[in-house]
C-alpha cells in the first residue's frame, strides 16, 4: 500500500522524523498537573488556565507561520521552530517548587510558540516533497507520524516521569505516584523534560540538516539551468 521509493527522498523521510519527534512534547505536556496541581497545589481551574496558554500560542502563531514559510522557504521556518520546541523543553526541565506562576509561563511559551511555527511549514515540506500523485500516499503518512508520536511518546515519557519519582522517593513501584513527596514528583516532571529536550534536539539537527541540504540542491538546479537566449 505505501510505496518504499518515497523514502529514498531524504527530505522527504526527514521531515516524517521531525514529525514525529516534536509529538514528545505532547506526551511530555500531559505529565504538567503533576506539577502544577499535585506539586505546587494550585486550584485545578487555574491549572486549566495555565496549561491553555501552550494551545493559545500554537493557534496566534500557526497563521503568520504558514505565511513566513511561502516566503522564506519551510525548511528555515521549521528550524526556527524546533529551536524554540528545545529550549522550551530544556527551561520547563529547570522547573522548581520556588517557580512563580509567572516563571512557568515564561518557561512554556517558547514550546507553544515554537510548535506554533514548526507544524504548518513541516506539513508543507512534506506534502511538497513528493510527485502530485502521490500527495494522499504522503498526507497519510503525515497523519501516521503524528499519531504514531503521541500514541509512543506519552507511555514513554510517563514511564520516564514514574521511574524518577519513584527512585527519588524509594517508594514501591506498587504505591501511586501522587502520593510522593512533592519534590520527588518535580523531579519525576523536570526529569523527563530533559529527556525530550534531548530528542528534540536530535530533531532539530534533522531539520538543519534538511535546510543545508536543500540549500545545496537549489544551488545544484541553478548551476545545471540553461542560460536565457533571446533570439
Excluded: C
Excluded at 503568520?64 to 522550551?88: E, K, N
Excluded at 506554533?116 to 497523519?143: C, D, E, K
Excluded at 520527588?184 to 534533522?206: D, E, P
Amino acid at each position: 500500500m505505501i510505496e518504499l521509493e518515497l523514502f529514498r527522498n531524504n527530505l522527504f523521510t526527514l521531515s516524517l522524523l521531525m514529525g514525529f519527534f516534536s509529538f514528545v512534547l505532547m506526551g511530555g505536556f500531559f505529565l504538567m498537573p503533576f506539577y502544577l496541581q499535585v506539586a505546587k497545589g494550585y486550584a485545578m481551574q487555574q491549572v486549566g488556565f495555565m496549561m491553555m496558554i501552550v494551545p493559545l500560542l500554537m493557534g496566534v502563531v500557526a497563521p503568520p507561520s504558514g505565511w513566513l514559510s511561502d516566503q522564506l522557504g519551510t525548511r528555515v521556518i521549521s528550524l526556527i521552530g524546533l529551536l524554540l520546541m528545545f529550549a522550551g523543553a530544556l527551561s520547563i526541565s529547570f522547573l522548581s517548587m520556588e517557580t512563580s506562576v509567572m516563571g512557568y509561563l515564561l518557561r512554556v511559551a517558547p514550546m507553544g510558540i515554537g510548535m506554533g511555527i514548526f507544524f504548518s511549514p513541516n506539513n508543507s515540506a512534506i506534502m511538497g516533497s513528493v510527485p502530485p500523485q502521490r500527495l494522499g500516499v504522503a498526507s497519510g503518512l503525515m497523519a501516521l507520524s503524528r499519531n504514531l508520536g503521541t500514541t509512543v511518546w506519552m507511555p514513554i515519557m510517563s514511564a520516564v516521569f514514574t521511574a524518577i519519582v519513584l527512585s527519588s522517593s524509594s517508594m514501591p513501584s506498587s504505591n501511586n505516584v501522587i502520593d510522593a513527596p512533592a519534590q520527588a514528583l518535580v523531579k519525576g516532571v523536570t526529569g523527563a523534560y530533559r529527556i525530550a529536550a534531548m530528542i528534540l534536539l536530535v530533531s532539530t539537527i534533522f531539520a538543519f540538516i534538511s535546510f543545508v541540504a536543500e540549500k545545496k540542491k537549489g544551488r545544484t538546479e541553478g548551476n545545471h539551468r540553461e542560460p536565457f537566449s533571446v533570439k
